[in-house]
Nanobody, 118 residues
Framework: QLVESGGGLVQPGGSLRLSCAAS????????MVWFRQAPGKEREGLSC????????????SVKGRFTISRVNAKDNRNDTAYLQMNTLKPEDTAVYYC?????????WGQGTQVTVSS
């Protein structure tokens, strides 16, 4: 199970940190990915992180502004992926999702709404 949180309304130039709480699987084994979907647009991949957190990658649209990280707590209660979002722009407004792929099957959270507006 994946549960996102941390979204909300923020002014342009502001920051938010999204969390993706994971349970029900061995979190430390799997890479994690953040996506977003704006109204009327396709879902966009933003950032990914390896299972150990040793490597990350970003879409050009968020590179330099967003930072992905993770805590492998190994206790199936506090395993969490994060997306730190800085210098937010109105075009960052979207529902943000985390995803894990296990044995070829994609598991998604329910999403958290981020609205960037003055």
């Amino acid at each position: 199970q994946l549960v996102e949180s941390g979204g909300g309304l923020v002014q342009p130039g502001g920051s938010l940190r999204l969390s993706c709480a994971a349970s029900g699987f061995t979190f430390e084994y799997y890479p994690m990915v953040w996506f977003r979907q704006a109204p009327g647009k396709e879902r966009e991949g933003l950032s990914c992180i390896t299972s150990t957190g040793s490597a990350t990658d970003y879409a050009d649209s968020v590179k330099g502004r967003f930072t992905i990280s993770r805590v492998n707590a190994k206790d199936n209660r506090n395993d969490t992926a994060y997306l730190q979002m800085n210098t937010l722009k109105p075009e960052d407004t979207a529902v943000y999702y985390c995803k894990v792929t296990i044995w070829g099957y994609d598991y998604w959270g329910q999403g958290t709404q981020v609205t960037v507006s003055s």
